[in-house]
């Protein structure tokens, strides 16, 4: 893949560079201010370079010809990689962080050498770095074809990652050239512009920008502006008082990588220390990655709570009817196919509380694929990594399109650092702190 840069006075003239030069298909992966001119990074051949790694296995390559779209590209990349389960028991390692909106591939993908020994192998999960034949001992006689399984759906759930952040990188650009508000059409007096650059500088998406901008216009000064518009994210964003009524069973669900567990046993331990240690349980649910169970086991020791595992909906109803009678009882599922481990409680639990968890600088792309979760109504949304550098815009602005409660946030990944009550001007507070002193 190669890179270009685009150098010009305003965006405008930066985007018609690009359009003479590279046509309208062109992918902006980046747009930034440097010494007072746009910078636009443009990214060439992508197409031509997934092929030609694809063009490497015929079989991929057939499935190249008639892929029109990058995602369809890479899925049938992915395909190509990744035999039956019963053909090759070993699976590629992956890697559940967050993928941000600027996505630069240095190099075409490399398929997997059929020479490779077993030995030689990637571990099945990131939590294991032995060679296969270790994993497959302590696997407790789980066979090669459901570790296979796991994690071939684990590789599916990144190629779907990387196109939904495709997609939102493409509907950005759309509404970019279908909106000028923030490049002049609506455009704020002089004393207000560094505030505009702040919020364009700390990632605020270009659907919050227009309603921002209203605000800074009837404002009379910035600090009057951001006055303003922490009042009305404030009073738009519910909350719900959960930690003073935490009791009964909650389930806390959320990406792979969020801090789902950490969370769970942040919440036990306050609860253990507020009513007693034999009246909170925390239960691992269906979660089936390697070393997900002792992380939940060494929490839960930590929390100083008792810790159970159940893999299916039969297995998990049998321990609630043993520790039904305990004050509160934390579920923590997988991160893997969120959606139908939550059909499937909601179903089973049906009074049960259920908590989406997300980092509070996730990508907009990311939260938004959680929580437009179909036939699923989340009671509250709890936030991790809530620290001071953090700007929440992409969070602020999903809450108030999905006119989700919050509930509570965290700040360390430390079982210590309690879990603390947040609403909507905290929120606001957060993102609107530490704006670029350069600008404001």
């Given at each position: 893949m190669e890179l270009q840069r685009i150098l010009a006075r305003d965006t405008r003239s930066a985007m018609e560079q690009v359009f003479?030069?590279?046509?309208?298909?062109?992918?902006?992966?980046?747009?930034?201010?440097?010494?007072?001119?746009?910078?636009?990074?443009v990214a060439l051949d992508l197409v031509s370079e997934v092929k030609a790694a694809l063009n490497k296995t015929p079989e991929a390559a057939n499935q190249a010809h008639d892929a029109t779209k990058f995602g369809e590209l890479i899925e049938a990349h992915i395909q190509g990689q990744?035999?039956?389960?019963?053909?090759?028991?070993?699976?590629?390692?992956?890697?559940?962080?967050?993928?941000?909106?600027?996505?630069?591939?240095?190099?075409?993908?490399?398929?997997?050498?059929?020479?490779?020994?077993?030995?030689?192998?990637?571990?099945?999960?990131?939590?294991?770095?032995?060679?296969?034949?270790?994993?497959?001992?302590?696997?407790?006689?789980?066979?090669?074809k459901e570790a296979a399984d796991r994690e071939y759906l684990k590789?599916?759930?990144?190629?779907?990652?990387?196109?939904?952040?495709?997609?939102?990188?493409?509907?950005?650009?759309?509404?970019?050239q279908h909106k000028d508000s923030w490049t002049g059409r609506l455009a704020v007096n002089q004393e207000m512009g560094p505030l505009v650059e702040a919020f364009n500088e700390t990632g605020m998406p270009l659907g919050m920008r227009e309603s921002v901008v209203e605000v800074i216009n009837q404002s009379t000064s910035i600090a009057d502006a951001i006055e303003q518009i922490t009042s009305a994210i404030g009073d738009e964003i519910e909350h719900i008082d959960l930690l003073n009524n935490l009791q009964g069973v909650h389930i806390i669900a959320g990406s792979s990588g969020a801090g789902k567990t950490m969370m769970a046993g942040r919440l036990a331990n306050q609860m253990a220390q507020q009513c007693g240690e034999q009246e909170v349980a925390l239960i691992s649910f269906n979660d089936l990655r390697i070393g997900a169970w002792a992380q939940t086991q060494l929490i839960g020791s930590q929390a100083g709570v008792d810790t159970f595992r159940a893999n299916s909906i039969e297995m998990l109803m049998q321990l609630i009817s043993e520790v039904g009678s305990r004050k509160l009882i934390l579920i923590d599922t997988s991160g893997v196919d969120i959606?139908?481990?939550?059909?499937?409680?909601?179903?089973?639990?049906?009074?049960?509380?259920?908590?989406?968890?997300?980092?509070?600088?996730?990508?907009?792309?990311?939260?938004?694929?959680?929580?437009?979760?179909?036939?699923?109504?989340?009671?509250?949304?709890?936030?991790?990594?809530?620290?001071?550098?953090?700007?929440?815009?992409?969070?602020?602005?999903?809450?108030?399109?999905?006119?989700?409660?919050?509930?509570?946030?965290?700040?360390?990944?430390?079982?210590?650092?309690?879990?603390?009550?947040?609403?909507?001007?905290?929120?606001?507070?957060?993102?609107?702190?530490?704006?670029?002193?350069?600008?404001?």
């Open positions: 003479n030069l590279y046509g309208e298909d062109a992918m902006i992966v980046a747009n930034n201010r440097v010494k007072g001119q746009t910078e636009i990074i990744m035999t039956s389960p019963t053909e090759q028991p070993g699976a590629a390692n992956t890697d559940h962080s967050d993928i941000t909106s600027e996505i630069i591939f240095d190099s075409a993908f490399e398929p997997i050498n059929d020479s490779i020994t077993r030995a030689k192998m990637p571990a099945l999960d990131p939590l294991v770095t032995a060679p296969l034949d270790s994993v497959s001992k302590a696997l407790n006689g789980e066979n090669y590789a599916r759930e990144i190629v779907d990652l990387v196109k939904q952040e495709l997609s939102v990188m493409r509907d950005e650009f759309k509404l970019s959606q139908s481990h939550i059909e499937a409680l909601s179903a089973a639990l049906p009074e049960a509380q259920k908590h989406l968890l997300l980092a509070a600088d996730a990508s907009e792309s990311s939260a938004k694929r959680q929580l437009k979760s179909d036939g699923v109504q989340w009671d509250s949304v709890m936030l991790s990594r809530f620290d001071g550098e953090v700007h929440p815009w992409a969070v602020i602005y999903l809450l108030l399109q999905h006119g989700l409660p919050l509930s509570v946030a965290a700040i360390q990944p430390n079982i210590a650092d309690q879990a603390m009550a947040i609403n909507g001007f905290t929120l606001a507070k957060q993102a609107l702190s530490q704006l670029p002193m350069n600008l404001v």
